[in-house]
């Protein structure tokens, strides 16, 4: 059984930390990785961490990733629209955790509550900041007895 996990984020999320404080938060993208590191090696996972502005590529992570422990995602704008995405988190074959910084269902905007990727992950946290991740990643280790 494979003992990585991969988390995988999606666009402008290089620029967390920057602006919109009140809904994001303060830290940056750098601090959730060391989050994930933490969290990860205190559980005995490996942890492969990144980030694109990229479909293509993201499609290309998840497909490395489907036989992975498991894939934490946040796939930020491409929540609401990336057919791509929707199908490549379909052939995973892992457990898949969607994670949203803000709480999706409290935005200013409708449409934000409206991510399609759900129907092709095992759960979702959306809302408990960059917290989120961490949490994601225990489910994970769990799942995989780690
Ligand atoms: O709450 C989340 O994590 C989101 O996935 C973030 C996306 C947004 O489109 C979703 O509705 C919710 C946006 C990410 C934009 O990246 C940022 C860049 C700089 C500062 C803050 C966010």
């Known amino acids: 059984m494979s003992k990585t996990v991969h988390v995988l984020n ?33 559980r005995g996972l490996n942890l492969i961490f990144r980030q694109t502005n990229r479909e293509y590529e993201m499609v290309d992570w998840l497909q490395e990733a489907r036989t992975s422990a498991g894939i934490v995602i946040n796939p930020a704008g491409f929540s609401y629209h990336s057919v791509p995405i929707l199908d490549a988190l379909k052939m995973c074959a892992c457990p898949i955790v969607e994670v949203h910084i803000s709480n999706i269902h409290r935005r200013e905007a ?37």
């Open 10 to 42: 999606g666009p402008n999320l290089n620029l967390l930390g920057q602006r919109e404080p009140a809904i994001y938060g303060h830290q940056t993208l750098a601090d959730v990785e060391a989050l994930c590191r933490a969290t990860s090696e205190a």
């Open 110 to 146: 409708d449409w934000r509550a409206d991510t399609i990727m759900t129907t092709a992950t095992t759960g979702i946290i959306s809302g408990l900041g960059t917290k989120g991740y961490a949490l994601a990643i225990e489910f994970i280790a769990d799942q995989v007895g780690a």
